[in-house]
């Protein structure tokens, strides 16, 4: 028999508040995903999956780094996706320093994560960046995801790089 051994670091009720579960604007996001994120001493990725009318249908855990940065691989973003038979994606993450500007690490992980999205049919719709008291930015009202140019991956360049997102200076 297989035994595992659990620690538990932190347990909570999270109350997100009136949440539909359906994702109208980046706020929703930052809504919901703020209380899971809010007061940690380390970046924590996160994705979450939507269906094809943009509910809510899964939200996973991707990475939890360190001070300033988190790593993240394509693998380990798009499994949960392509497992929960997610129709886009939104990437969130948290800047321990509460400055949620995104660094030039967040921006070249994006567009990994952007064009692998491409390759599997799996759009990102947003990378949401949270900071501190409620502060938040988004990648598209940001029109940053805009400005991305989308090219085809191939699935050697996909997997064979781990990147990382944050850079913060504090």
């Not at 269906?51 to 973003?77: F, I, K, Q, W």
């Not at 497992?83 to 030039?104: C, E, K, M, Y």
């Not at 991956?153 to 781990?162: D, K, Y």
Request: proline letters at 4%; hydrophobic letters at 40%; a negative charge.
């Amino acid at each position: 028999m297989i035994r595992y051994r659990i620690a538990l670091v932190r347990d909570e009720v999270v109350d997100a508040g009136p949440w539909d579960a359906h994702v109208r604007t980046s706020g929703d996001v930052a809504t919901f995903m703020m209380p899971l994120l809010s007061d940690l001493d380390r970046e924590v990725f996160w994705v979450l999956m939507l269906d094809a009318r943009h509910y809510v249908c899964g939200v996973h855990l991707v990475s939890v780094g360190s001070l300033t940065t988190a790593v993240v691989h394509p693998r380990e973003v798009f499994k949960a996706l392509v497992a929960s038979n997610a129709a886009a994606a939104i990437l969130v993450h948290n800047h321990p320093s509460g400055d949620p500007t995104p660094s030039a690490e967040d921006r070249a992980v994006t567009q990994r994560l952007r064009e692998a999205g491409d390759l599997l049919g799996i759009p990102v719709l947003d990378h949401i960046v949270l900071g501190e008291s409620g502060r938040y930015r988004s990648f598209a009202d940001d029109g940053i995801l805009r400005t991305m140019t989308s090219r085809r991956v191939s699935t050697t360049t996909a997997t064979s790089r781990t990147d990382s997102v944050g850079g913060n200076a504090e």
